[in-house]
């Protein structure tokens, strides 16, 4: 079964820092793993998906943030930081929060480094929506989800909304 299960807030694995992903070792396994990763993220019709959305403590995740037009894939494995710019308020969802929105400060260009699927170091620059992927998808491997970074004061009204979507959950 290709398509697999989404982890959902409160689930502990999406919580902890995923450690880095040894290509060489994992290289074997890396094929049928993403197939199942853009099986999974287009079913749920999401733009990212991280590897602990799918249960799985590995540094890696995949991004598309147009999965109706023009596809851009990119497969980040063990990504790193190299510049944010800019600042850009914007609403960001995520497929272990379904249902729960929010407005969210994050930086308007992202500069990431990553290896691809076939272990190519890529720089990956992103403006707007991609830069907020890149930004929410590396928060995932270290275990953060987006509504750890709102404010405590404007937080009340989206644990709320956790509540109220948890209901509906699987
Ligand atoms: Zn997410």
């Known amino acids: 079964m290709p ?5 959902k807030h409160g689930e502990k694995v999406l919580k902890t820092a995923c450690p880095p992903l040894d290509y060489a070792a994992f290289k074997g396994e ?12 287009q079913s749920a019709r999401g733009v990212g998906l991280a590897a602990p959305q ?3 403590t590995l540094r890696l995740a995949i991004i ?3 999965p109706e ?5 990119h497969v980040l494995i063990n990504p790193e930081i190299v510049s944010l710019e800019g600042e850009l308020n914007d609403e960001e969802g995520c497929l272990s929060l379904p249902g ?8 308007a260009r992202a500069r990431v480094r990553a290896l691809d699927e076939n272990g190519v170091l890529r720089e990956i620059y992103g403006e707007g929506l991609l830069a907020r992927a890149l930004q929410h ?6 275990g953060k989800l987006f ?22 959950w699987d």
């Open 147 to 168: 509504i750890d970074r709102i404010p405590f004061e404007e937080r009340l009204p989206v644990l709320d909304a956790i509540k109220k979507a948890k209901l509906g």
């Open 3 to 7: 398509v697999r299960r989404i982890t």
């Open 30 to 41: 890396l094929p049928d793993l993403l197939k199942d990763m853009w099986a999974s993220m």
């Open 137 to 142: 998808e590396i928060d995932h491997l270290d």
């Open 100 to 107: 729960v929105y929010s407005k969210l400060k994050r930086h």
């Open 69 to 73: 037009g023009k596809s851009e894939r």
């Open 54 to 56: 799918i249960g799985l």
């Open 64 to 66: 598309d943030v147009k």
